[in-house]
């Protein structure tokens, strides 16, 4: 049996969060390794629909330990409120089931105003972001003045560092005009929520480390996308973690190793939310309709995805940077009732042909698709749970997909509710 990392391989909102909820039956242990509340996870068990985003989607189900690596930064205030929203849905949270790292970073009020004051300097390049303060703490983190889980034991320890931190970011906030941070109001409120986040905390590695004594299957849970990593991603258009399946070592404490199959979500068609280069877009109502009928609104923030057609080589290109074993395609159902499909199979470039997106901001400017059409289908695929179900197209389409982004179809989901999935090949099973 083999432990399984859960990653997103288009620029995010694939469906990971169904899919971690639908694995995570068979799973022990299931652990978010990056990112942090700018995730939004949907799970729609039985009508009744949970968002999470900063708790791993094993939570909801009961008996699973959840855990918080330390490549997610947490906001502590956002994480006390999305448990007590779980628990006022009749989740059980309690410090046996999460387990948070003690060494994960932070992300304090600062960070999500300082995102937000750079979102609307003019001056800035406009990312898009969710405005809760990722990259400004992932800045801080990197930068070794990040304020850290095991911190909030330590008072002392707390001062010192909330003044190396607003050396920094009073400096920040001063060129900016905005208000100075004052310390003392920041350590009081630190210490005020430390004991109610000290509850989770825990040395997470160890947990790791006993899981695989044990024999226990670890699922690990990505957030965001492969065209959203910090490297391989549209840059600067990007997120401020790497968000793919490597990452998942590094972010909660195991070895390479640890990670046997790689499952990439991967949407139908193409979403974005937010800034930034989107060859396949559609602006046309060909998009709108597949916005509306994929009700493509963001969890975090509200606002309607960008829609367009599947791009097999950004998808091909998440497959070889992110060591995809295997794809979980979602959201088929969306694609019911089109008469023909486009499927980007390449990209020009002026007078060049490319078969991979260029990392130089200019030229991903003026990438064009190259299209290939294919047949849609009338009936319907909603709520499938059999391949044989699938209209004749439909399958078509899969294996065409399957073949220009070279990995293997696992998984086909073709509605919001958890059980409206076609196993094809077990992840687990490696
Ligand atoms: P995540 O961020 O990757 O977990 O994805 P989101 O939850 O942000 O967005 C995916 C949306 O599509 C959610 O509203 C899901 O309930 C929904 N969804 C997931 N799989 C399917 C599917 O196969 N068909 C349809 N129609 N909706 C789906
Ligand atoms: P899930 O896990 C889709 C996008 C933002 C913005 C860029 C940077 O639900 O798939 P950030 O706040 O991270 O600094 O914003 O990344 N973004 C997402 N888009 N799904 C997400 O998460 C996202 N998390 C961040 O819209 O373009
Ligand atoms: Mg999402």
């Given amino acids: 049996m083999a432990n399984v990392a859960v990653v997103g391989s288009q620029w995010g909102d694939e469906g990971k969060g169904k899919l971690v909820d639908w694995l995570s039956e068979r799973a022990d242990v299931v652990v978010r390794f990056q990112g942090g509340h700018n995730a939004g996870h949907t799970l729609v068990i039985d009508g009744t629909v949970y968002k999470l985003s900063l708790l791993p989607s094993g939570i909801v189900r009961g008996g699973k330990m959840s855990i918080i690596g330390n490549g997610v930064v947490i906001d502590p205030w956002a994480l006390l409120k999305e448990i007590q929203t779980l628990r006022d849905q009749g989740v059980d949270v309690n410090n046996d089931n999460l387990k948070i790292a003690e060494n994960a970073t932070l992300i304090l009020p600062l960070h999500g105003e300082l995102d937000a004051l750079r979102e609307d300097n003019t001056a800035n390049v406009k990312i898009g972001t969710t405005r809760r303060g990722i990259g400004p703490a992932y800045e801080d983190k990197v930068a070794r003045r990040g304020i850290r889980v095991s911190d909030l034991t330590d008072t002392q320890l707390l001062k010192d560092k909330i003044v190396v931190l607003l050396q920094h970011h009073n400096a920040l906030r001063k060129g900016l005009g905005a208000e100075l941070v004052d310390g003392d109001a920041l350590l009081a409120a630190l210490t005020d929520v430390a004991p109610n986040i000290l509850e989770f905390s825990d040395v997470v ?12 299957l670890v699922l690990f849970e990505g957030a965001q996308g492969a065209m959203l990593d910090n490297d391989h991603g549209t840059y600067p258009y ?34 974005r939310v937010g800034e930034g280069p989107f060859p396949t877009e559609l602006l046309d109502e060909v998009g709108q309709g597949l916005g509306e009928r994929g009700h493509e609104f963001g969890v975090v923030t509200g606002r309607k995805r960008r829609c367009g057609w599947f791009d097999a080589v ?41 078969d991979y997106f260029p990392s130089n901001m200019t030229e991903q400017a003026k990438v064009e698709p190259i299209y290939e059409t294919l047949e849609g289908w009338s009936d319907s695929t909603f709520g499938a749970r059999s391949w044989d179900a699938l209209p004749a197209t439909a399958v078509k389409y899969i294996r065409r997909i399957e073949e220009l982004i070279e990995a293997p179809i696992s998984l086909v989901s073709t509605s919001p509710e958890r059980e409206d999935t076609i196993l094809v090949r077990d992840p687990f099973s490696d």
Avoid: F, H
């Fill in 205 to 216: 590695w160890k947990r790791l480390d006993e899981a695989k004594r044990d024999r226990k």
């Fill in 238 to 271: 990007v997120t401020s973690s790497n968000t793919l399946a490597g990452q998942a070592a590094v972010g909660s404490g195991v070895g390479p190793g640890a990670i046997n199959y790689v499952l990439g979500i991967t949407k139908a068609y193409t979403t």
């Fill in 314 to 354: 950004m998808v091909r290109q998440a497959v070889k940077t992110g060591g995809i074993t295997g794809i979980a395609l979602t959201k088929l159902d969306v694609l019911d009732g089109m008469d023909e499909l486009k499927v980007c199979v390449g990209y020009r470039v002026g007078d060049k042909t490319l």
